[in-house]
């Protein structure tokens, strides 16, 4: 599986942003995607996960109200539309996927993740 993030760019607090996140390769097994952000000094923490079944998603508590996570499954990608932007929000943004397979010895997941675009807010 690749990924291919865009969208990133500068933006001045209160503006907004719209990250794409473009999946290629064997997505058929891809369970869950999300985006994580790390600005530096800090860990990559993640700011919304979505799973491919219901759809169902789930936000960090800074961006609750804020961001909104979607996806075309058509397009195998996945969106965040960033609102009310804020200068703490400024950090580089990766794309996630969590898929999954099973075999006779159980689950087995992998991992993927994008490149990775910078979105800075300036105050």
């Known amino acids: 599986v690749q990924l291919v993030e865009s969208g990133g760019g500068l933006v001045q607090a209160g503006g907004s942003l719209r990250l794409s996140c473009a999946a290629s390769?064997?997505?058929?097994?891809?369970?869950?995607m999300a985006w994580y952000r790390q600005a530096p000094g800090n860990q990559r923490e993640l700011v919304a996960h979505?799973?491919?079944?219901?759809?169902?998603?789930n936000y960090a508590d800074s961006v609750k109200g804020r961001f909104t996570i979607s996806r075309d499954n058509a397009k195998n990608t996945v969106y965040l539309r960033m609102n009310s932007l804020k200068p703490e929000d400024t950090a580089v943004y990766y794309c996630?996927?969590?898929?999954?397979?099973?075999?006779?010895?159980?689950?087995?997941?992998?991992?993927?993740w994008g490149q990775g675009t910078q979105v800075t807010v300036s105050s």
């Open positions: 996630h996927a969590l898929r999954t397979t099973w075999t006779t010895s159980g689950r087995h997941d992998y991992e993927y």
């Open positions: 390769g064997n997505t058929f097994t891809i369970n869950a």
């Open positions: 979505i799973t491919s079944g219901d759809g169902s998603t």
